[in-house]
């Protein structure tokens, strides 16, 4: 387990985008402290709010640092603890390059196909260019394209971005708005195998169960 030199305070609940955070913690290793925050009420209390003014999980602490938004939280972990190896080597500036953008596509693209698609926003064709992302199926046909004989999607190791790109892909295969594509399934099935994801599901599901009681 990896040291830390200053408090780290996880700010979740079990059933929310926090399971991705728990995954990348436990791969970092490192010890933390969980605090539990249940919808509608100590998410919107005070305390909370002071460290996040959305009122939503996941949220952490580091230190006095606060970051908010899952995609940036791992983004941080993993540069702030490096011995994890979360990311591409340093010198290999394509898998860098192919690093951040990923990431950057799946805040930005993927997840407002998706917002639009699971609300049933169509976009009409002649308004597409007018869309970050162009359409649902653009988005699914670049990510299968660029997944298609591949086992990681920055550079030749396991990186945050696989951890973020199969969490999303796996979840929203599971609620049917990603259809079930052979590609995708592959990609998430070898990720999600890793002990470190195990660990993160076994805590959250424990945690959701003692939590209905």
């Not at 605090?35 to 602490?61: C, Q, R, W």
């Not at 162009?134 to 396991?158: C, H, M, P, W």
Request: glycine share 6%; proline share 5%.
């Amino acid at each position: 387990m990896q040291s830390n030199q200053l408090p780290l305070i996880f700010y979740t609940n079990p059933m929310s985008r926090g399971s991705v955070v728990r995954w990348m913690l436990e791969e970092i290793g490192c010890s933390y402290e969980t605090k539990l925050l249940e919808y509608g009420t100590t998410m919107k209390a005070p305390e909370f709010l002071a460290i996040n003014p959305m009122g939503k999980v996941p949220a952490l602490k580091y230190g006095e640092a606060v970051i908010t938004e899952t995609i940036a939280i791992c983004t941080y972990l993993a540069q702030i603890f490096p011995d994890a190896q979360l990311t591409p080597d340093k010198g290999d500036h394509k898998a860098w390059a192919e690093y951040y953008r990923w990431l950057f596509f799946a805040a930005g693209p993927l997840e407002a196909a998706i917002t639009n698609k699971s609300l049933g926003v169509e976009v009409q064709k002649e308004r597409e260019r007018s869309v970050g992302y162009g359409s649902f199926e653009q988005v699914l046909s670049v990510i299968e394209s660029t997944l298609k004989d591949k086992t990681y999607i920055a550079g030749n190791r396991f990186s945050t971005a696989d951890l973020i790109l199969s969490s999303y892909l796996k979840f929203y295969m599971t609620f049917g708005i990603i259809p079930d594509h052979s590609v995708f399934t592959d990609y998430c099935t070898f990720h999600k195998n890793r002990p470190a994801a195990h660990r993160a599901e076994k805590i959250d599901e424990d945690l959701a169960k003692n939590n209905q009681h």
